[in-house]
């Protein structure tokens, strides 16, 4: 019973390393055949073609990478961009709010003055007097 086992793990494992070592050989001839299609999209004579063999164009495979950090670095420049225009959102935000307590600040300084000028004049805040509404026009 356990050596009918063991040949069955045996065959399964050697079935298994058989399939695996065919799909990789399947995964290079997919390799080579699109590395083929390639060199023959180049744009380059017959005599310059029969010059060159599988050997001497692998600059191909430097190009798909070259494709890659392409694809990542426009990518990074997509996140750059929306990192920035949220920067400058945010700070155009803050610069709002920074104008607009200004402007509060400036509208409290001013009645506080109005305030003390009227005290100082000795006047009510709220009369009607000709001359309060000149003087705090001047204000």
Request: aromatic share 6%.
């Amino acid at each position: 019973m356990p050596s009918e086992y063991i040949s069955i793990c045996m065959r399964f494992t050697s079935a298994e390393s058989k399939r695996k070592e065919s799909a990789k050989k399947l995964e290079a001839f997919q390799s080579r055949m699109a590395h083929a299609k390639r060199f023959s999209q180049i744009p380059m004579s017959k005599c310059m073609r029969d010059l060159c063999k599988e050997e001497d164009y692998t600059f191909l495979n430097c190009l798909g990478k070259q494709d890659e950090r392409l694809e990542d670095s426009t990518c990074l420049e997509s996140e750059y961009q929306e990192k920035q225009e949220e920067r400058i959102r945010h700070r155009q935000e803050r610069e709002q709010l920074e104008r607009e307590k200004q402007c509060e600040k400036e509208e409290q300084q001013k009645d506080f003055q109005k305030k003390v000028v009227l005290q100082d004049l000795g006047l009510d805040p709220g009369s009607e007097n000709e001359s309060v509404k000149h003087l705090l026009m001047r204000l």
